[in-house]
């Protein structure tokens, strides 16, 4: 009877932590809005400008720092806020894309902060021609 007494509670106790969710988010932790999470470069020249720029907004009520941008291979190279962002605070992350690189490219950067959502991955996507290509689509193209 008396395994039973002590065995009630312990066996209540431990339902109702299983019952408690995982985790619980911060409701303070800064968040994170990107205008677009995606960019297009569509077809351009080689050796065009390969920087384009994310821009985001800390919508959160803390501070958010961004402790990383990590790239998908070595053709991209990012660059990240290095101060805090305050909130309701805008910046940008720039990305450059290496347009020496003739084809098609899909690359990712993924971007690692104390945000609601701890890892972004932002992708940009295009390809890339030889000078004389592109004129040749422009000329025998209805959309150019």
């Known amino acids: 009877m008396k ?20 985790s619980i988010e911060n409701l303070n932790a800064p968040v994170v809005k990107f205008e677009t999470e995606i960019i297009d470069y569509g077809i351009i020249k080689q ?24 790239k998908s291979c070595g053709c991209t190279v990012p660059s990240h806020p290095k101060e805090p962002i305050l909130p309701k605070t805008s910046s940008v992350i720039k990305v450059k894309y290496d347009t020496k690189r003739l084809g098609t ?10 945000a609601n959502r701890p890892s972004i991955t932002l992708r940009i996507r295009g390809t ?3 000078a004389e290509s592109l004129e040749d689509l422009k000329s025998n193209s209805s959309i150019w």
């Open 3 to 22: 395994n039973l007494t002590l065995s009630i509670p312990i066996i209540l106790c431990g339902i109702i932590a299983i019952a408690q969710p995982s």
């Open 47 to 70: 050796g065009s400008d390969g920087v384009r720029v994310f821009t985001f907004t800390n919508t959160g009520n803390s501070t958010l720092i961004i402790s990383e941008a990590q």
């Open 105 to 114: 490219f899909n690359k990712t950067v993924t971007i690692l902060s104390n």
């Open 128 to 130: 890339v021609v030889v």
